[in-house]
């Protein structure tokens, strides 16, 4: 029991991190001196089309997965791993 709720706790803290980062990020897109937090890489493929498909003849189904991290996130992450193991 204590194992799982020290998962979900974590989980909590990394999917905090991540939103708050992306809405962070959005809002200092603008600020010139503030934009280097929203620099960030995307991985993944596409579902429209050029990921992997499955044909049924009746029905079509793409895949796709897209992943983009920022700085900010990334910092945000590291930050709540430090809170996690104080809390922990």
Known sequence: MERSKNFFLL???V???LVIGGL???LTAGIPWLRWLTYGQSIGFNGDGGGPLVDLQMIQINFGFRMQVSVLQII???AALLIYRKVR
């Open 24 to 26: 962070v990020g959005e």
């Open 15 to 17: 999917l905090a991190a």
């Open 76 to 78: 945000l992450i590291t």
């Open 11 to 13: 989980l909590f803290f």
